[in-house]
């Protein structure tokens, strides 16, 4: 059986990769550090209430960041936090008014701990309800023979409310998941050697990022769009380790990496200060418009502001100029 600092290396690869080059963008924009302090923060989102909610996996809970000047309240605390530095609740969506929370790498046979990956739902007086078991069905349906894992329950990497459910990207097992908000799993779309990351949905079509394949060459760090009429189809390439996307103003795609990999073995961290936020340019090549992000893991937009939470507990904000570019 393969020791948990081996299994710790194995997660932080789907986090992690090499360097390329990218078109030249304008580096100069200064960013606003609107919150620091979180603890295993990876994925958030922003609530109907226009609060960033994000997930800290160290400690099992999801605190509300207000967007205008920083403040953080815990929102909901008592989840399964995480067992090994990654997991624990990993990101959040909310569907309508109702927050469910993404809980991964707490319930997998390998560590020998009790608690369920899955989606857990938010209720009104702060307690939750476990309303799909992502592990479970994961154990029970595997990739198809002759894919490599180690994690019977998989890693649960990201969450997107759609119209009847959650959409739920697995970076081990590199498949998506469309759950039902009556609990109801199926695989949706099964993938190799990728590594699924962040989602974002923008007219019918579910845009992915895909971290790339081992060993994370930069060609295979790229986006890729599909929908329930079509075959995955790659929109941008070339780039490590674009670990979220996310649809900005007019429409504009944008993606996040996390930073060049600084040698050693293939799960050692990203290179500090080395993240980029990236804007999408139809030709499918990507232009940084920010450079030095320490491990940014997750994107969003507050109207013409792009927001990025990193793994190290921060929260930023960039303003996009009027123009996008």
């Known amino acids: 059986m393969q020791s948990s600092n081996r299994i710790y290396a194995l997660c932080l690869a789907l986090l992690l990769a090499s360097t390329t080059a990218l078109a030249s963008g304008d580096h100069s924009r200064s960013g606003k550090l609107l919150a620091s302090g979180l603890l295993g923060s990876v994925g958030g989102t922003i609530g109907p209430d226009g609060g960033l909610y994000v997930a800290e996996g160290a400690v099992g809970q999801i605190t509300r960041v207000s967007l205008a000047n920083g403040t ?4 909901a605390s008592g989840l399964p936090s995480q067992i090994i530095p990654l997991g624990g609740p990993i990101d959040v969506a909310f569907h309508g008014d109702t927050a469910y929370a993404l809980v991964t790498l707490v319930g997998d046979p390998l560590f020998g701990a ?19 078991d992502l592990g479970a069905f994961s154990a029970a349906n595997p990739p198809p023979p002759g894919f490599e894992y180690a994690l019977v329950n998989g890693l649960q990497f990201a969450i997107e409310a759609v119209g009847d459910g959650f959409l739920v990207t697995d970076g081990h097992l590199n498949r998506v ?3 039902g908000l009556g609990g109801a799993i199926k695989v949706l779309r099964q993938f190799g050697n990728v590594a699924p990351a962040g989602l974002a949905r923008y007219r019918g079509a579910v845009y992915m990022a895909e971290v790339g394949a081992v060993p994370h060459e930069p060609a295979t760090g790229r986006i890729e769009a599909f929908s329930c009429f079509s075959d995955p189809r ?9 670990v979220d996307v996310a649809i900005g103003p007019r429409g504009v795609l944008y993606a996040l990496s996390q930073g060049d990999w600084g040698g050693g073995n293939p799960g050692d ?31 969003l937009f507050d109207g013409n502001r792009a927001i ?18």
């Open 72 to 75: 953080k309240r815990i929102f």
């Open 269 to 299: 961290p990203a290179t500090p200060q080395t993240g980029r936020l990236l804007r999408v340019e139809r030709d499918g090549t990507f232009v940084a418009l920010v450079e030095g992000l320490d491990r940014p893991s997750s994107l």
């Open 177 to 179: 998941l469309h759950v």
């Open 308 to 325: 990025v939470v990193t793994l190290t507990g921060d929260v930023w904000r960039f303003p996009l100029p009027a123009s996008g570019k």
């Open 114 to 132: 009790p608690g369920v990956d899955g989606i857990y739902r938010i209720e009104p007086d702060g307690s939750y309800t476990i309303i799909a």
């Open 234 to 242: 790659v929109v941008a390439a070339g780039v490590p380790m674009i």
